[in-house]
Structure formats: C-alpha cells, structure tokens
C-alpha cells in the first residue's frame, strides 16, 4: 500500500521490506579484520561523550531497578560477555557489566523511574532535555544491541514526555525551575544570532580594523549578551 506524503526521516518498519524470505547464508561469520572495520564506521556515529552519557543513564536506570524492584532487574537485565564489553560500538566500557534487556521492556518501570528525577537536589524542577535524555539512552541502547522496544513503549513515553512539558511549563510560570532554564534559545532565534554575528564581522572587516583580535572579542561579547 503507498504510503501518504511524508516528510523526515522513513524509520526501519516503515519501509516497504521483504522479511518473509531467509537470508542468504545468514549464519557466515565475518571475518574479524571487516568485523572490525564495520565497528570502526558504526563508532563515528556518534562522540565517544554522548555514549558515556548513554551508558551512565541506562547504568542508573537498572541500578535503580536494582535497589527497587529487585525481580524486574533480574528478569529484564543480562550480564553482559567478555565479547559484549569489548564491542566498540556497544560501548560499555569497564564501568558496566550488565544491560538492560530492551525487548519486552517494561515501560512502566521506566516511568517509576522517571518520576524519581522530576526534582533536582536544589528542589528546582528536572528541564524536559534531563528527562528525555533517558529516553534517548534506551532507544540508543536498543539499536545497538539490536532489539526491538515493543510499540507499548514508545506510545507511554511519549504520552509522558507530552504531559512532563506542560507541567514543567507550570513550575516555569511558578519560578520552580533553574533560572539557565525558564528561558532557553530556541533554533530560530540561535540561527538568526549566528548571521548577525556574521554580518557584523564582514562590516567590521570591510572598514580594514587591524586584525589583532579586537573584532573576534567585539563579536564574542555581543553574543554573550543572549
């Protein structure tokens, strides 16, 4: 069946794909030297900081399982191999040993876990970004373990994020969160900053200032004033 008109990215399942017939020799290992420049490539996808931050956020969320809900965290957890801890692009270093098992998830313990990190130490309301950030580590963690979270999951956690933004737009009004927070820059006004700033040094460089670093300082202290 042709799909609508669609616009952004077309997602995996919602590709017209054949998965009825068998791979072609599906079982051929690779050999280790194309494994490892396979993993060389996958590794570029992201920076090395952005999969520690993964990482860290899936350890807390079954470490937390741990400490609370003790038989979840060991029916929905594995211990992970000597080959999984060494898997570049799985990327689970030293500090971890286990993973969270993604298919079948159970969204709701994910929520329980969620409503824990509402409120910061200061007292001040957790941003949207803090929260979805959880999200993101385990759709991460999904696709390079290669699992599939169930529909159940993405249905909830979105119905959660939606209602987390309204409430967090409520403490806002209240003064209940972080004052770098209650007025971030969206893109628009970020994008129209960025070609101001690159008009002003083309005019300042036009009228020949001498480049001894007064026009770079001009223009970093216009921006720090958003």
């Not at 001009?218 to 004033?225: A, E, M, N, V, Y």
Request: aromatic content about 8%; charged content about 30%.
């Amino acid at each position: 069946m042709a799909r609508g008109k669609q616009t952004g990215r077309i997602l995996p399942h919602q590709r017209d794909t054949n998965d009825v017939a068998p791979i072609i020799n599906g079982g051929t290992a690779i050999d280790a030297e194309h494994a490892a420049a396979i993993q060389h490539t996958q590794a570029k996808e992201m920076e090395d900081k952005t999969r520690k931050e993964h990482r860290r956020r899936i350890r807390h969320l079954y470490t937390w399982w741990y400490d609370n809900y003790i038989d979840y965290f060991e029916n929905g957890t594995c211990a992970l191999s000597d080959d999984e801890k060494k898997d570049l692009v799985r990327f689970h270093q030293h500090t971890n040993d286990r993973d969270i098992i993604y298919e079948g998830l159970n969204v709701n313990l994910v929520l329980a876990f969620l409503v824990t990190k509402k409120i910061k130490a200061n007292g001040k309301m957790s941003s949207v970004s803090d929260i979805s950030k959880f999200n993101d580590a385990i759709k991460w963690g999904a696709g390079v373990a290669e699992q599939r979270l169930p529909t159940e999951y993405y249905e909830k956690i979105e119905k959660f994020m939606a209602a987390y933004k309204k409430e967090h737009a409520g403490a806002k009004k209240e003064g209940n969160v972080d004052e770098r927070e209650a007025d971030p820059i969206n893109a628009s006004l970020f994008t129209l900053i960025c070609k101001w700033a690159v008009e002003e040094m083309k005019g300042l460089l036009s009228l020949n200032v001498a480049h001894d670093g007064s026009v770079y300082l001009h223009i970093l202290h216009c921006l720090t004033q958003y």
